[in-house]
């Protein structure tokens, strides 16, 4: 019988022994290039290199095995080529030398070089077979990848993109499978480390440093006392990435001029033909000459470091157990062609950080020697995996200035209302007294003026628009909606009209093409998904029969915080003082001269405290101001700093805003806080808390997946079939 050994960096892997007819099977193999030697007594022995293994494919190994020559120790050495056609399944291998040859290091980048898949650009998802994206799989060691494949490109191994004639470990796949294999320990110590720049050569700025290092930790000991193959041994690569474009334009972008946008911010408005027309936006009036094609995008980075990590234990040729895990950060500034005109400045800020964690052993049973009653049984190669792996994936989306400080989201500066009273000819009854009053009565309070500062947390891009308004109004003499003067002061927030911005505003558009300078991301929102699984799966040769079969199972965990918190400064101004805004009509109060004790024919009136009317939000802000609950004090929303504010004062039916919610949420109440339990919709419904107020908690989004097969794989001649 032919003797058929698998060697890796020189240390044997595994080994069979051909029937008479020269069949033989080697299994299991982790992927990989590896040696194949071939030997029997008076023919010389063959030596294949570079022989590549793929995961769930039969590699086909036929040697020919030469006479041996009157001259001792000749060695037939071959190099191994990849056949044109796969018989096993549609599709391609990636190899690691393959990978480091293309210009790209995106994992959907190199498997769109196969035959059969569209890429609608560099980075992008793919369709393979005209299959939705979200049709294809991921997988890196066998883990279906949720979130960032986080693996550096130093730690690939190869890729294996199926397109055809999935496995039935697959079976759920309706798309493709997209298989990344890391690299493993090597039998040998070795490292390297590179360094990639084009800041020389372009405005883009794409600057990598990566590294790998493997090797043994613990080796055995051969009969002659030399070191032999690795019991323990170790893999780690990592990369640190930065660039200014992630997906740089052929033909550049347009933005307006630095000199112009400076000069916009600082005069942001221009006097209409019609001066009582009010005022029309400077950015409506730019020409050609006021804008400049660039190279790469502006304000859209991104900072990336991942790392990949993997331990080996062989104690034995017939139990392998292997450890890992990978961790995946980046932070970027996101491009937005809404903003790339004028507000580039002010494009989102994201983020997201993934692990992984897996273990994996496998067991093979009977003897691993090459010896010719192990090749003549009737079941051979017999073996079982079980794996475990957990998957942790956050993301948030923020401002990059303000983050989760929601308050600070369009916050503009510090207006203040002064008012007076308002009279009107009439009669007031004294309900305790029964007195008549007949003169001037309070029927109300009105806006006399309205002004507007700057503080420490103003966004200055947005009061760049309110200071302007204030000033040309002033300059220009124009009239306000309180009063007939022309005198140029502004009396109420009504005389902005919406171009001088208030808190929670943001400036009108360009043409409704771009946002105008100043234009802020209104979001801020975190999310977080999980994913344990756990697969067991075991194979054996039945003759000419492969039956292999599996159970996995698969619970994920998905919660989502989200909200514009611009919006809370209008849901502000609606829930506070609205239980005030009535007159006291049962307690009039007569202006008597406190020395001649006369009346004088004016008569006021207290704000009325309905208590069913108050908000919660209401009481929660009078108790942080030093107030009393009942207090009627009218507050000015407006003429507070952030810092006074918290969204833990909001009800959760407040922010729910009788539908017109602010928050979308799960797996967080309603105010980002992570939930502990499970709440039902029962819970959603009925559940309070100490207060008295729902809480209206919704559940994470928690799938189970199971999932088993049974698969026969036999071949044919040149005709594989799957069964």
Known sequence: MVNITLLQDGS?????????????????????????????????????????????????????????????????????????????????????EQITALPTRNVQSVA??????????EGSSINIRGSRSSSTDYYVDGIKVRGAIGVPTSGIEQITVVTGGLPAQYGDATGGIISVTTKGPSNKFFGGIELESSSLFDKYNYNLLGFGLSGPILKKRNADGTKGSSVIGYFLSGELRSVDDTDPSAIGRWKVKDNVLKDLQANPFRIAPNASAGFLS??????????????????????????????????????????????????????????????????????????????????????????EENSSATIKNA???????????????????????????????EFK????????????????????????????????LYTFDENKYTNVDLANYTRAYYQMFSDYGLSSFVGAENDGIIRTAADLRGQGLRNGDLPASVYSLYGNHGTMYNGSAKQENT???????????????????????????????????????????????????????????PVIDELTGVYQDTVNYDRLYVAEEQSWFDRNLRENLGKQIDNRDYINIDELSPEE????????DELLNSGSSLVYYFGYDIHGNKLSSNPTLKDFFEKKDANGNYLREIASFQPIYTAGYIQDKFAIDDLIFNI
Request: glycine share 10%.
């Open 645 to 652: 504010f918290d969204i833990r004062m909001f009800s959760p």
């Open 383 to 413: 073996f079982f995996t079980i794996q475990g792996d957990y998957t942790n994936n956050k993301y948030t989306f923020v401002d990059s200035d303000h983050q989760f400080d929601l308050f600070k989201y369009g916050y503009v500066g």
């Open 12 to 96: 044997i892997i595994s080994g069979a022994s051909s029937d008479m007819d020269g069949y033989y099977t080697i299994k299991p193999i982790p992927p990989g290039k590896y040696t194949v030697e071939a030997s029997f007594i008076g023919y010389q022995k063959t030596i294949v290199n570079n022989v590549l293994i793929s995961p769930n494919k039969i590699t086909a190994g036929n040697y020919e095995l030469l006479p041996e020559s009157t001259e001792l120790g000749t060695v037939n050495i071959i190099e191994s080529s990849v056949p044109l056609i796969d018989p096993d399944k549609s599709g391609a291998v990636k190899t690691k």
């Open 112 to 121: 769109a070089t196969t035959a059969g898949i569209y890429q609608a650009d």
């Open 531 to 589: 994913q344990t699984t756990f697969k067991a799966a075991g194979s054996a040769d039945i003759k000419d029969h492969e039956l292999s079969f599996g159970f996995e199972f698969e619970q994920r965990d998905d919660s989502y915080w989200g909200m514009g918190p611009m919006g809370m400064w209008g849901l502000m101004r609606q829930l506070t003082n609205k239980h005030i805004l009535q007159r006291d009509l049962s307690n009039p109060i």
């Open 282 to 371: 400077n950015s409506d009036f730019l020409t050609e000459d006021d804008f400049e094609n660039v190279q790469a995008k502006l304000n859209s980075n991104e900072r990336r470091f991942n790392i990949s990590g993997k331990l080996d234990f062989k104690p034995t040729n017939t139990t392998f157990l292997s450890l890992g895990g990978t961790y995946y950060a980046r932070t970027s500034r996101d491009f937005s062609g809404w903003r790339s005109m004028f507000s580039y400045a002010n494009n989102r800020e994201s983020s997201q950080t993934t692990y992984r964690l897996f273990g994996k052993l496998t067991q093979k049973f009977g003897s691993q020697e090459a010896d």
């Open 417 to 448: 209302t002064y008012k007076r009273n308002i009279y009107n000819g009439g009669s007031a009854v004294d309900s305790s007294t029964g007195i008549i009053y007949t003169g001037q009565i309070h029927s109300g309070w009105g806006d006399t």
